[in-house]
């Protein structure tokens, strides 16, 4: 058996951090290509400045174009090749950092990653997830190593909209459920896949003791400090507790679901990315619901569905389709969304039992169903169900 585990070379977080980026990345050299969307590069030059103030550092800038589509990687690499550079730094949100991976990745150059937002947990992984121009799931492209340096500014982080980070702390939350199911079900990572996609016969590594036990502690720091983190955001003030969601969403979540590997949640965010226009919802909030309809798929214990139903509200993410903008959800887009997430090319195909179309498309409406069941006060707990709501069940009089 081998067991692979994978992390970024240094992790730093801290306030104002970006202020200092450059002795982080000294050793890269003295030219750096920073990869930026237009707008991160407007509000952020002036501080990049404080960090690179020697007349020897050379800094390079190359705006991301708005999609991670294997076009724009090309460009981006030619003007790479063209500008010529000692290291690459990505500095944005999760498809400006996969671009930046990838461009670091094909011109074998250290990578520095610098989130903005932590809205995923692309920021540590060694992956670039690739779309289509209509931004539609394309494929995952798996690098050879982890990002050398990942600089996490919580000031940065703090001043994002809350919504942000409420799609972060919806994909960390599937962490630990995807990874739990991958382990009982011996499944591979993906850590052995470099070079290829996700339908790579490459073989990946099996997950250790600590990648199982980061996504534990994942878990159970969102479980305690969701709450708090998302009010001290919506404040705009670095807590404690936002400090260790920002930790979690970005480190724990990062190397929990590339060490250990995911399974349906992420599958049904791949099906509503096939919906085109419609699916403007953030990738953390189609990992929410997916996780709430993974947990139906398996037939999660009642307690275990409360908990995630209770936590999803409780900070904002989307408990049925009319939160994800999708009340009005066709036969027709269900049923693409079912073909997808329920295709053997897809990651549902760790779950201990063989998907069918028929049981994904159950547990989709019976997961939004939930959520709306939640919203008006209904619990799956016998004990805390209110008394007014009818019983689904009319047991025969005796």
Not at 78 to 103: I, Q, S
Not at 207 to 231: E, F, N
Not at 376 to 395: D, N, Q, T
Request: aromatic share 8%.
């Amino acid at each position: 058996m081998t067991q692979i585990f994978a992390a970024p070379g240094r992790y730093i977080q801290g306030y104002k951090e970006l202020e200092r980026l450059y002795r982080h990345i000294a050793w890269f050299g003295q030219r750096f290509l920073i990869i930026t969307s237009q707008g991160r590069l407007d509000s952020l030059q002036q501080t990049l400045a404080i960090s690179f103030d020697k007349p020897e550092h050379a800094l390079r800038y190359a705006v991301f174009e708005g999609e991670v589509t294997r076009a724009e990687v090309q460009r981006l690499c030619a003007l790479r090749e063209r500008l010529g550079c000692d290291g690459v730094v990505g500095v944005g949100g999760g498809k400006v950092l996969d671009a930046a991976k990838a461009v670091a990745q094909q011109g074998r150059l250290p990578l520095c990653i610098v989130p903005t937002v932590v809205s995923n947990d692309a920021p540590t992984s060694a992956l670039s997830v690739l779309y289509h121009p209509d931004g539609a799931f394309d494929d995952v492209l798996f690098h050879e190593r982890s990002p050398d340096v990942v600089v996490v500014d919580t000031w940065i982080i703090a001043q994002a909209p809350v919504r942000l980070l409420v799609a972060g702390i919806g994909d960390a939350l599937a962490t630990y459920y995807e990874a739990r199911t991958c382990v009982q079900g011996d499944h591979d990572n993906f850590l052995g896949l470099a070079g290829g996609g996700l339908q790579s016969s490459a073989g990946g590594g099996k997950p250790t003791l600590t990648s199982m036990a980061i996504a534990q502690l994942c878990h159970q720091v969102l479980q305690a400090d969701a709450v708090q983190a998302v009010r001290a955001c919506a404040q705009q003030q670095v807590t404690k507790a936002l400090n260790r969601v920002i930790e979690a969403n970005a480190l724990m979540s990062g190397i929990g679901f590339e060490s250990n590997g995911v399974a349906t949640a992420h599958a049904v965010y791949c099906g509503f990315s096939e919906l085109g226009p419609r699916a403007t919802a953030y990738h953390g909030e189609y990992v929410a619901f997916g996780t709430l309809v993974m947990l139906v798929l398996e037939g999660a214990p009642a307690g275990e569905l409360d908990g995630l139903l209770r936590l999803c509200l409780a900070v904002g993410l989307p408990v049925c389709f009319a939160d994800l903008g999708l009340a009005d959800l066709s036969e027709q887009e269900l049923q693409r969304v079912v073909q997808v997430a329920a295709s053997p090319q897809q990651t549902s195909r760790v779950e201990p039992f063989d998907v069918t179309e028929w049981e994904m498309r159950a547990a989709l409406l019976a997961a939004s169903d939930l959520g709306e069941f939640y919203k008006k006060g209904g619990s799956v707990l016998a004990s805390s169900a209110s008394p007014r709501l009818p019983s689904v069940i009319r047991h025969e009089q005796r």
